[in-house]
């Protein structure tokens, strides 16, 4: 399968963000990686739990940066949010049933162009309130941090990007 791929054109404006899409990218594109076998269950479950620890991670910045901008469509944003989170759930589920390369190679396809129209559309709707409110640089700082020990403590810090 041809990977997704992170584009500048996905680029939010916010780095720390475009870090998260980067690594959500990743993510995904180890389910076209994905061969018929016992690995294929592994890999499904282990990018099926991982994407969604990481999506919470990163909605929750998203949705803190939204509310420090002012985003006056955030309700609708973060219930986009949700139901991605309640899909993740639902595929989780499934893939107890039937983890195969079939499947994962659904799960890629739905996933990638979920992800894109997710960032394309949905996120660069609050790009221009991120660049034109003018956010001041510790207010943008302290919306992208996670609040508790316990939030930095599911970070999965060996998935986000370095470079």
């Not at 129209?117 to 609050?126: E, G, P, S």
Request: hydrophobic share 40%.
């Amino acid at each position: 399968m041809a990977a997704c791929r992170w584009t500048e054109a996905m680029s939010v404006g916010v780095p720390a963000l475009d870090s998260d899409h980067r690594c959500l990218v990743r993510i995904i594109n180890l389910l076209g990686e994905v061969e018929q076998g016992a690995e294929a269950r592994m890999t499904i479950e282990t990018v099926l739990e991982t994407l969604a620890m990481y999506a919470r991670y990163h909605f929750a910045r998203e949705e803190r940066l939204m509310g420090a901008c002012g985003f006056p469509e955030s309700r609708l944003h973060q219930d986009e949010h949700e139901r991605f989170a309640t899909f993740v759930q639902s595929l989780r589920a499934r893939s107890l049933k039937e983890a195969d390369a079939p499947l994962a190679r659904e799960l890629f396809a739905y996933l990638t162009a979920w992800l894109r129209h997710h960032i394309l559309i949905q996120d660069m709707a609050y790009k221009p309130y991120v660049c034109a409110v003018g956010v001041e640089s510790h207010t943008l700082d302290a919306a992208l941090r996670c609040r508790s020990p316990a939030a930095s403590r599911h970070r999965p810090s060996d998935m986000t990007d370095r470079g």
